[in-house]
């Protein structure tokens, strides 16, 4: 395995043929990271702990620190310092503090994937874990639609074994982006059988948002998506061929899945519901988030209310009505707001340049650059309706994705300007 500028120091314990194969095993651990993501989170958990043993003897000081004075891999560590300073200011007890900075630690851990997938060649087993992983869900997930109670699943979410529908419909839309690219480089590659397999999985994980995984904000990703590959790989006929393709799919789905049917109409009727009743609905409870949480930020602009302060502050405006405006929560419902409230402007200028570097570390072309472009992408677009960077799976997602996908990409970079060793990068 090439090492590049991973040289052994006099603080490592590791050297030669050690330092290499902890690599392997890091490298084996991700893979099974990624393939835990869609399925378990204590596996998940258990996996980032045991990713975290193998690699930290391999990281050379001196290369971790240039990753970190990255702006991609800086900037996530700022977020996290600033949510570190937000402690001193919090007027909560502690472990509410904690808490609430326990919800940005995992940034930490986006320049360790990314110094670590910079100097190993295995970046591609990561997605083809990724894939597999989610592949065998997706079989699973169609088997208990149409044959329920055969195998085993949660009691009252059909089609959805594990985790909730809008994890499996997250992980889903990566899957779709993956599977629409290598039909396009099997199509290049004049592999037509191929492209047209890859092509029919991608329908397959679309069709499965649409009918059993069916999350609004999947729904509102899903055209983005099509576009963003539209205008990336294709031209401008076929960006609009996939806008075609897409209506036709919505017009289908509308048709045929009442599921998909109801998640759209509900979302004005519970606006309207919210409004003239403040009876609790799910839109109702996201506009009345919303509003407060704007209130709050507006109390405290340019530092916040401190690290760990949204559950009491809506604990202060509370109403004792038993309604919307009764209830408590330390998730908003919006990434914005939620590091807004907590770190003020100050926060979200910093969350705004860490999705800006991400949006430009993948402006290249390659697989890693796309699925970085794709999970960046779509953790902004969710980031709309919910905290996904502070949520477990999402927010995993979202640093494994770019950790690995920003590893790989600065490798290609560093070979592309001839520094350090050329090799093919996925």
């Not at 970085?372 to 477990?392: A, E, P, R, T, Y």
Request: proline fraction near 4%.
């Amino acid at each position: 395995m090439h090492q590049d500028t991973l040289k052994p120091t006099g603080a490592s314990a590791f050297a030669g043929l050690g330092r290499e194969r902890l690599m392997l095993i890091a490298d084996g651990l991700a893979v099974a990271l990624a393939m835990s993501l869609p399925w378990s989170t204590s596996g998940t958990g258990i996996l980032v702990v045991l990713w975290l043993v193998a690699v930290m003897p391999t990281i050379e000081p001196a290369g971790l620190r240039r990753e970190a004075l990255t702006f991609a891999g800086g900037l996530p560590v700022l977020l996290v310092l600033l949510a570190l300073l937000g402690m001193l200011w919090a007027d909560v007890p502690f472990n509410e503090r904690w808490h609430g900075l326990d919800s940005f630690l995992k940034l930490l851990v986006i320049p360790l994937l990314m110094f670590h997938f910079g100097h190993s060649e295995n970046g591609a087993w990561v997605l083809k874990g990724f894939l597999a992983a989610c592949g065998v869900l997706l079989v699973y997930s169609w088997w208990l639609l149409f044959f329920p109670g055969t195998l085993w699943a949660k009691p009252g979410s059909i089609g959805v074994p594990v985790k909730d529908y809008i994890s499996q419909s997250g992980m889903f839309t990566i899957c779709v982006a993956a599977t629409m690219e290598l039909a396009v480089r099997a199509w290049d590659k004049s592999r037509r059988d191929l492209a047209l397999a890859y092509a029919v999985l991608a329908v397959a994980f679309a069709a499965n948002i649409f009918y059993i995984s069916t999350s609004r904000t999947g729904l509102v990703f899903l055209p983005v998506l099509l576009l963003l590959f539209g205008f990336k790989r294709l031209n401008w006929k076929g960006a609009l061929g996939l806008v075609a393709a897409l209506i036709v799919l919505i017009a289908v789905a509308w048709q045929s899945s009442g599921l998909f049917r109801q998640r759209v109409n509900t979302v004005l009727e519970e606006i309207r519901i919210y409004r003239t009743t403040n009876a609790r609905t799910s839109a109702g409870e996201r506009l009345e988030f919303w509003k407060k949480s704007l209130e709050f930020i507006a109390a405290a602009p340019l530092i916040g209310h401190g690290t760990g302060t949204i559950r009491e502050q809506f604990s202060r405006a509370a109403t004792a009505d038993g309604a919307t405006s009764a209830l408590v929560t330390t998730n908003p419902h919006n990434q914005t707001l939620a590091i807004g409230i907590q770190l003020g402007l100050l926060g979200i200028a910093v969350l705004f340049a860490m999705w800006i570097a991400h949006l430009l570390l993948f402006r290249g072309e390659g697989m890693a650059a796309w699925l970085g472009l794709v999970i960046v992408v779509q953790n902004i677009v969710g980031s709309l309706f919910n905290s996904h960077l502070f949520d477990f799976t999402q927010g995993w997602g979202y640093v494994i994705g770019v950790g690995i996908a920003g590893g790989v990409v600065a490798a290609r970079s560093r070979a592309a300007n001839n520094v350090g060793e050329k090799r093919p990068v996925p």
